[in-house]
């Protein structure tokens, strides 16, 4: 029970870092381009005022969209046989997929406007990089505290066991 409700919390904090994120990222390019992207795009409708609350929702959708499929990807049950870069490989795309599919559906840019397509792209590109560069830099940094204690550890327990084994 209580490992499903940590899953549970870390889906949860995960929807919100990237709900978070796009949020703000949004809002940052609207308060630049919002009242000239205000004619093609849903996602600016309200020009550089802000975000209209069912563009909001629609982000919030997309997030658990994508979660969800990062969750099913990295899931150590499901896609047993693939190696991890083909997880990852497969996931980029799939989470790609999902977003191309929300901006036709949801209409956030014009599909035959280049330049959106291109700012989409470098923006994924942007995003994609800046998120792997945080979980490298967070892994690295787990696995070397944890070499640490398993120094320490070994370090206790050998020295310990050398004790043990003198007054023998």
């Known amino acids: 029970m209580k490992d499903k409700l940590l899953d549970i919390y870390k889906f949860i904090s995960q929807v919100l870092i990237i709900f978070?994120?796009?949020?703000?990222?949004?809002?940052?390019?609207?308060?630049?381009?919002?009242?000239?992207?205000?004619?093609?795009?849903?996602?600016?409708?309200?020009?550089?005022?802000?975000?209209?609350?069912?563009?909001?929702?629609?982000i919030l959708l997309s997030?658990?969209?994508?979660?969800?499929?990062?969750?099913?990807?990295l899931s150590e049950k499901i896609l047993k046989k693939l190696s991890g870069l083909w997880k990852r490989i497969l996931m980029i795309i799939s989470i790609i997929a999902v977003i191309v599919i929300f901006i036709i559906c949801?209409?956030?840019?014009?599909?035959?406007?280049?330049?959106?397509?291109?700012?989409?792209?470098?923006?994924?590109?942007?995003?994609?990089?800046?998120?792997?560069?945080?979980?490298?830099?967070?892994?690295?940094?787990?696995a070397k505290k944890y070499d640490e204690l398993l120094e320490n550890y070994k370090k206790r327990h050998v020295e310990g066991g050398d004790r043990r084994n003198e007054g023998n």
Do not use: C, H
């Open 20 to 58: 978070s994120a796009t949020v703000l990222f949004i809002s940052f390019v609207g308060i630049f381009v919002g009242e000239s992207a205000r004619e093609y795009s849903t996602m600016f409708s309200l020009g550089s005022k802000g975000i209209a609350f069912d563009t909001v929702l629609q």
């Open 63 to 73: 997030s658990i969209v994508i979660s969800s499929i990062d969750k099913i990807f």
């Open 106 to 142: 949801f209409k956030w840019f014009p599909v035959n406007l280049a330049e959106a397509w291109i700012g989409f792209f470098v923006s994924f590109v942007g995003f994609f990089t800046v998120s792997t560069a945080v979980m490298l830099t967070k892994t690295k940094r787990e």
